[in-house]
């Protein structure tokens, strides 16, 4: 029974499933990030999506008033409340989103900026910030690799078109790129070979524009793979990544993270067994760890999620093999050895997830875990739009 | 252009992405299942683990007390608060958990019953129970087909166990099934042989109870499709049943309800496209989706869901096909001959999701859609545990 009841994760004051968040994990991976970052030279504005929280926030970025990055609105309004003054929405905006912008800009005189990819928004930018007084701040996206959004990188007619627009009465502020293709990597060389090709991309989109005469101040990238494996950033003015905060399953499948590094974890409590099927049930079923099953692509499938002790530490070959909305049912991998261990109803585990930015949603605080394993403070987190 | 103003979803006033949902078809799906019920003689014990809402619930509820099925004892909490008095959590208890059951049953006088399949357990209850000076009623979960939790229902010698254990200090209520299994079905002759395992599960353990001189007034089954498909349900007294009411493009692919019969959707906004690769870029994702792809083991693989225009009515072949957290990716199906509909940056759709319960717990809000196709009501919900 690894349950020691001065850690305080075996309290009965703690209503589970509820997120545990270990500060010091979180510590050591944005100290990484930033030390990484600081050896290539350039700035980090790190992206809130994941944590969705002040207090991961104020750690995470270079000073209170930003810089970061976010992805809906509802999320620029809760830390411009928070203090946030520098940030971009780095989702491809919609028109009727605009007024809503500008509110965030004008109440809390906050620098927020827009994304885009094509001449009908930039349009509906310029006219904006023209009615509004308010010459709003934006980026181009360029694709770095053909997973979603974004002009190509050698597409000089669009990228000049676009920023022209955009010069016509609202601010061309830059570049922004993510290589999402990098979430299909996992071998060291080939993750640094799609972070020099975001890097190319970037800093090819950018010198296109400058060489038509338009302003270019900002060259961001980011994803948190080729943000770890990025050799050189010349050309790269910041870095945008969000994910490695935490850390995941996914990601370690990928080799951005360490499992040990993982951060976030979902408090379980064992409601029942099937001892004729080895299975043991917890009350943290999907809802608890979202349906995300990012794993199941990788090279080990993790299932729904690897069980620790309160400790953290993983039980050998224990992972949530199914789950149902409010049931996980644990197992052992097919093929193991290991023997289940000995979890009585009411025991508690904490499970590492596929994905912390899907788990995370599902929540709505963190549940602090300090030096001492104890919980320390409460951090609320937000979601919705 | 399929975006008439008038129908209040055009609404900038709207923040995109949001639920909508249509209370005629909520009512119909309601009715149906009412009428099918009544003509099997069973009682409807609605599990409102879907909706999380006091106004659904009151439609789906025989009278505002109830009764009703929760899943966690947040539900139980706002839903005594929202004046139901009758209520099984229908989820294993853990020991932890029997001081909120308690508040739960004192605060507001409300008969919250739980559910467990363990001496331990039982136990755990009738301890609970002497301690409290409250007698709690408990249903012994049975395995209806070896999907989850719950004793064999041929395994007497448990049975009879936990039902002598209860009734030490708590209340034998009944037994209680879910047959998981049938989830994996589709078609409507092997529907009705598994809501007839079901019932004969059912009936089997409550007859060994019996016949050891216990009491089991409650015989409780429950699923969509065995609801659905049941034709005789003699020696069960309630049905429990959810996310027929909302309907989703899962329970579509089973059989358990129409396509055109799907009451919930995503309202989504164009952000972008991708023309070279035919791509619409929306700003509803996984988070406004869930990640939920239940019907990629299915004959038809809807993706992260179907596309249809305002009036509700599927565009031919478009679904989304990708989804990151903040993007989902329109594109029509493979091998397609359709044409990808015209949709501006501002264009708004709506997708019936793959999972209603997923995709509700992603929001928290309904946006009612009445019957002349406006927006009459918002009807809050709630999340978490």
């Known amino acids: 029974m690894l349950q020691p009841a001065e850690s305080g994760l075996a309290s009965p004051m703690l209503t589970t499933p509820c997120l545990v968040l270990d500060e010091e994990r979180l510590r050591a991976n944005l100290a990484g990030m930033r030390a990484h970052l600081d050896r290539l030279g350039v700035a980090f504005r790190p992206h809130l999506k994941t944590a969705k929280s002040i207090d991961v926030a104020r750690l995470a970025m270079a000073a209170p008033s930003g810089s970061a990055t976010v992805s809906t609105l509802r999320e620029a309004e809760y830390f411009a409340e928070g203090g946030v003054r520098d940030m971009t929405y780095a989702v491809g905006i919609a028109p009727q989103k605009l007024d809503r912008v500008g509110a965030v800009r004008q109440r809390w005189g906050a620098n927020l900026a827009v994304v885009l990819d094509s001449i009908e928004q930039a349009d509906a930018v310029a006219s904006w910030s023209q009615r509004a007084g308010d010459r709003l701040p934006a980026l181009i996206e360029v694709d770095a690799d053909g997973h979603r959004s974004g002009v190509k990188p050698g597409d000089t007619e669009t990228l000049v078109a676009i920023g022209r627009a955009l010069d016509a009465g609202a601010v ?76 995941d399953l996914f990601q370690a499948g990928v080799g951005s993270v360490a499992v040990d590094d993982i951060a976030l974890s979902v408090l379980a409590t064992v409601i029942g067994h099937r001892r004729d099927k080895g299975w043991i049930i917890t009350d943290a079923g999907w809802m608890a760890l979202s349906r995300d099953r990012g794993t199941a692509r990788q090279a080990v499938d993790q299932g729904y999620g690897v069980v620790c002790d309160l400790t953290g530490r993983p039980y050998r070959d224990l992972i949530v093999a199914d789950a149902n909305q409010e049931h996980g049912i644990l197992a052992l991998r097919p093929g193991s050895g290991a023997e289940l261990p000995d979890l009585p109803a009411g025991a508690r585990v904490r499970i590492l997830p596929n994905h912390a930015c899907a788990t995370g949603a599902q929540h709505d605080r963190y549940h602090v875990l300090d030096a001492a394993g104890r919980i320390g403070a409460v951090w609320p987190r937000i979601n919705g739009w």
């Open 172 to 247: 061309l502020r830059g570049v922004l790129l993510h290589a999402g293709d990098s979430y299909g990597l996992s071998a060291p060389e080939a993750l640094a070979e799609a972070a020099e090709r975001e890097r190319m991309a970037a800093v090819t989109a950018a010198e296109t524009l400058r060489a038509a005469g338009l302003l270019c101040p900002v060259v961001s990238i980011g994803s948190t793979p080729t943000a770890r494996y990025a050799r050189d950033l010349t050309g790269v003015t910041e870095v945008r990544a969000g994910v490695f905060m935490f850390g």
